[in-house]
């Protein structure tokens, strides 16, 4: 047979799955390795669903998705982040930020063109951008620093072939939220040397020790920024797959385009669950979040208390302490901790060179399971140091 694509074929499995798959076949496992919420769908959102299906919405949507949820995605853009986008032409509703993502980096890059990738980071972004023809090339940033994307070292890594950066604040894996100065300075940056960048705000709304700063709100960003968002996290809504972007409408008009002839359009009926989620869902939104915050801090004191240093996760779901002081790297780490005590985490090596020594935990557990973990650990790490 003809060889399969070379860069799919030199494309590793997520270090994820693999994780997730060990820990399937066990019992007893306390699983802190799922990057998505604990929670069922709300039921009203749920029921918005079951009323869509009996009501025959089984038929495909326009392209770019339901006018009116559009129309609600840009509404609270506006009043959130008082960033303006038209719902006819400047949005498009994605099967997931993944879809997004897909769609952004295909449409925005010409081959071997480099996206500029903060790491540690989500497992998807570098081979995003290299099934779209690009190269990424990952930036460094540090616990030491508190995982801030930092605006010089960013741009002692523009070439000439760069044409976009690619960030999440907040961030998976290190829970870090950018600050508004640095985000500023980005911008300034992406002026000076013209690139477009990619905003993958999917836990906007699971912040915890600020409001959330919108990087197509700043000055001078709306015009080279494709925002991405989504209802898989705030809303528990991961197997709907519903999402959105919203860019300048060059942009936008060519993501419509793939959109149109690779997937059509979203789910129906996962759309019109994303409308109610929209209108009704806020109370359901900000009770989740407020029970992640417990969560967060019980479990980050809990880690600091065993002898874990933590930096302080400002968004997002995950927690991801430093395992140095047990000499063992992280996926030798997580593996031991999976067979010896049954608890899955994810090795911090999977989302990037900086990420070693570290471990991720997610902390969309519930609270009786984040402590027995916690417990289980402690014992792990006794023998670690024993
Ligand atoms: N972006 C980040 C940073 C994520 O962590 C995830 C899922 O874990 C996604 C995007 C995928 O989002 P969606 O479910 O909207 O495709």
């Known amino acids: 047979m003809k060889p399969l694509n070379s860069v799919v074929s030199a494309c590793p499995p997520s270090g994820i799955r693999r994780f997730f798959d060990i820990a399937a076949q066990m019992d007893d496992v306390i699983s802190l390795g799922v990057g998505e919420p604990d929670f069922v769908t709300p039921w009203r959102v749920r029921e918005a669903g079951i009323y869509a299906l009996e009501h025959g919405a089984t038929t495909y949507t326009s392209n770019a998705g339901l006018l009116r949820l559009r129309e609600l995605v840009c509404e609270e853009l506006a009043s959130r982040y008082q960033v303006s986008y038209a719902p006819e032409g400047d949005c498009v509703i994605t099967a997931g930020v993944s879809e997004g993502l897909d769609l952004t980096l295909r449409v925005l890059l010409e ?6 990738v903060p790491e540690p980071c989500y497992v998807a972004y570098q081979p995003c951008v290299s099934f779209a023809g690009g190269i990424p090339v990952p930036v460094s940033t540090s616990a030491e620093d508190g995982f801030r994307i930092r605006p010089e070292t960013i741009e002692a890594a523009v070439t000439e072939r760069t044409k976009a950066i690619l960030i999440g604040s907040p961030a998976n894996p290190t829970g870090a939220v950018q600050t508004r100065a640095d985000l500023t300075a980005l911008v300034e940056l992406a002026e000076r040397h013209d690139l477009y960048l990619i905003s993958d705000e999917i836990y906007a709304r699971l912040t915890y020790t600020g409001a959330h700063t919108c990087l197509s709100a700043l000055p001078g960003a709306r015009e080279r920024t494709v925002l991405l968002g989504g209802f898989s996290k705030a809303h528990a809504m991961t197997g709907w797959r519903v999402g959105y972007l919203c860019a300048p409408r060059p942009v936008a008009d060519l993501c419509l385009r793939m959109h149109q002839y690779t997937m059509l359009c979203a789910p129906h009926v996962s759309q019109l669950a994303a409308v109610e989620a929209l209108q009704a869902g806020a109370d359901d939104v900000a009770e989740m979040v407020s029970d992640y915050d417990r969560r967060r801090r019980v479990f980050v004191k809990g880690l600091r208390e ?16 430093s395992i140095r002081s047990t000499g063992l790297d992280s996926e030798t780490f997580a593996e031991r901790l999976l067979h010896t005590h049954r608890v899955a985490v994810v090795p911090g090596s999977v989302f990037g060179a900086p990420g070693e020594g570290h471990i991720r935990c997610s902390y969309a557990t519930a609270l009786p399971l984040l402590e027995e973990a916690l417990e289980r650990m402690a014992t792990f790490l006794d023998e670690c140091s024993s």
């Open 306 to 321: 065993i002898g874990l240093d933590c930096p302080e996760p400002g968004g997002a779901f995950y927690a991801f302490p």
């Open 111 to 116: 081959p071997g063109e480099e996206v500029l």
